[in-house]
């Protein structure tokens, strides 16, 4: 599984929004419960969202609880991260990721970074105040 980040990243000022998305080929997207992760400078890459195959089923970091919406869409292979009410503390690298064998949602909150096979790029988000 490919996942490519898109158009999304960028400077924005706190309060504002941006929208990532993630395009992924190779394998049957549908097959992986994906995930959006981030990482800041000095810090460890963090779990921020997941969604389950289907869609039915999110999870979501309490620090972007309420403010960040994790989506897809199967019939384009994408997974998107609705980012609102953005602060300076989310500045960070944002990638999206999904599990080696196909694990399952629950495998990827417990477990995190840990079962991740697959990598976007990235993409820089930088939120000043």
């Known amino acids: 599984l490919r996942c490519s980040c898109r158009l999304g990243g960028g400077l924005v000022q706190a309060g504002g929004s941006l929208r990532l998305s993630c395009a992924a080929s190779?394998?049957?997207?549908?097959?992986?419960?994906m995930s959006w992760f981030r990482q800041a400078p000095g810090k460890e890459r963090e779990l921020v969202a997941a969604?389950?195959?289907?869609?039915?089923?999110?999870y979501y970091a309490d620090f972007v609880k309420g403010r960040f919406t994790i989506s897809r869409d199967n019939a384009k292979n994408t997974v998107y991260l609705q980012m609102t009410s953005l602060k300076p503390e989310d500045t960070a690298v944002y990638h999206c990721?999904?599990?080696?064998?196909?694990?399952?949602?629950?495998?990827?909150?417990?477990?995190?970074?840990?079962?991740?096979?697959?990598w976007g790029k990235g993409t820089q988000v930088t939120v000043s105040s």
């Open positions: 969604i389950s195959r289907s869609g039915g089923s999110t």
């Open positions: 190779g394998r049957t997207f549908s097959d992986y419960a």
């Open positions: 990721a999904a599990p080696a064998a196909g694990e399952p949602i629950g495998t990827i909150i417990r477990w995190g970074v840990v079962v991740m096979g697959y």
